[in-house]
């Protein structure tokens, strides 16, 4: 419904610039299509690769990875997440299955923060959209907040 919400508001305020001046907002739709294109062959290529990889991995050997506990389990988990990129939709059914498969809570959720929060494999991408500076910065915070995270929800669980 949120979605939904936000879509007519996107539309509504398209509208609203249109009307005061067409032919900005149509060179404004213009330069976000070609955009958005030029970003579309690398985020096919990232996301065909992650699938690839998550169906060629066997399940007992991500169950295995995912129930190693302590700091090293902890630590890798984070690593991972932090290589792949998932959305949130993906990735939190992900998470509830490695959870009934016996993966540890804050490994579980380092790995489920680093994932949607943090992108190295992305990174290129994020840069040629964004900078190099900002794709820094965003990450390295991200990073720090995605571990502060999952060591509370190992103090706290």
Do not use: K, W
Not at 12 to 21: C, H, P
Not at 97 to 105: E, H, N, P
Not at 119 to 148: D, K, M, N, Y
Request: proline share 5%; no cysteine; glycine share 12%.
């Amino acid at each position: 419904m949120f979605s939904i919400v936000l879509l007519f508001l996107a539309l509504g305020g398209v509208a609203a610039s249109g009307f005061r001046d067409g032919a900005r907002t149509r060179a404004a739709l213009r330069h976000a299509a070609r955009s958005g294109l030029g970003l579309l062959p690398p985020l096919l290529a990232l996301t065909a690769g992650v699938g690839l990889t998550m169906s060629v991995v066997p399940a007992s050997v991500i169950a295995r990875l995912f129930q190693a506990h302590g700091a090293l389990g902890f630590f890798l988990l984070a690593g991972l997440g932090a290589l792949l990129t998932i959305p949130a939709p993906v990735a939190y059914p992900l998470a509830g299955s490695l959870y009934r498969m016996g993966a540890s809570l804050p490994a579980l959720a380092s790995f489920l923060t680093t994932l949607t929060m943090v992108g190295v494999l992305t990174a290129p991408l994020e840069v040629r959209a964004f900078g190099r500076r900002f794709t820094i910065i965003r990450q390295s915070f991200s990073l720090i907040l995605a571990l502060l995270v999952g060591a509370l929800m190992g103090v706290f669980l």
